[in-house]
């Protein structure tokens, strides 16, 4: 059974998804630790309710970020840990954790990457203008969303759309496709080659794909 180490910010609704998927027998996979950079992420509240060991570490108490990394890298090998989860986690992940993980830590970004990386992508996707945004679960490398993608899905972008509400509408996305994610590495699916990622006797459902009818 695949051992999940989960790192969040906030309040961690996508946290919430992979437990439920996890609690639901639909990934066999076990979550072994939450660990949080905010003593008050609400992700806290959800670990505690599901019985999931959770860790506070304070990257202000390291002289570097490396340093900060480095006792993160130290906690989940030493749970045995296989997959890293970024929940809302809001830094850039520093070379000791992505050696200690190569393609084993997990992002997912809400917007058709490779555009709109970084902060705001959903408000970044309405002020451009786009007609058709969505969200990306990708393999984490050094740079800022830019490592290989596992799945993405698309909602429509309408003429009336604020942050808010696109937000919304790709979170409820968000939900399915991190999990989906998941569940195929922890199936041993999914293969890296380059900055394509290949996944075995797969097609993804039609589901992820917009509607151009929708306005939920």
Same mark, same amino acid.
């Given at each position: 059974m695949l051992?999940?180490?989960? %790192?969040a910010s906030g309040r961690g609704s996508n946290f919430q998804a992979i437990?439920?998927?996890?609690?639901? +027998?639909?990934i !066999?996979?076990?979550?072994?630790? =939450?660990?949080?950079d905010n003593p008050k992420a609400y992700a806290i509240e959800r670990a505690k309710k599901h019985g999931i060991p959770h860790l506070y570490i304070n990257p202000k108490e390291f002289q570097t970020k490396? @340093? #900060?990394?480095? $006792?993160? +890298? &130290?906690?989940?090998?030493? +749970?045995g840990v296989q997959l890293v989860i970024l929940a809302g986690f809001m830094r850039i992940v520093k070379r000791p954790l992505l050696d200690a993980f190569p393609n084993r830590i997990m992002n997912i970004h809400p917007a058709l990457l490779p555009? #709109? !990386?970084? %902060?705001?992508?959903?408000?970044?996707?309405? &002020?451009y203008g786009v007609r058709i945004s969505g969200c990306t679960v990708h393999f984490v490398d050094e740079g800022v969303d830019t490592g290989p993608i596992i799945i993405q899905? @698309?909602? !429509?972008?309408? !003429? &009336?759309?604020?942050?808010?509400?696109l937000s919304e +509408?790709? %979170? $409820? =996305?968000?939900?399915k496709i991190f999990p989906e994610a998941i569940r195929l590495f922890a199936e041993g699916r999914l293969e890296v080659?380059?900055? $394509?990622?290949?996944?075995? &006797?797969?097609? =993804?459902?039609?589901?992820? #794909? @917009?509607n151009p009818e929708m306005r939920e």
């Open positions: 051992k999940i180490g989960v %790192l437990i439920d998927e996890v609690e639901a +027998r639909r !066999p996979a076990k979550i072994e630790i =939450l660990i949080v490396e @340093a #900060f990394y480095e $006792k993160i +890298r &130290d906690e989940l090998i030493s +749970r555009s #709109f !990386p970084g %902060l705001h992508g959903q408000k970044q996707a309405v &002020d899905a @698309a909602v !429509p972008v309408h !003429p &009336d759309d604020t942050e808010e509400s +509408r790709i %979170l $409820k =996305l968000e939900h080659e380059g900055r $394509k990622v290949k996944i075995k &006797d797969y097609k =993804l459902p039609e589901i992820y #794909f @917009a």
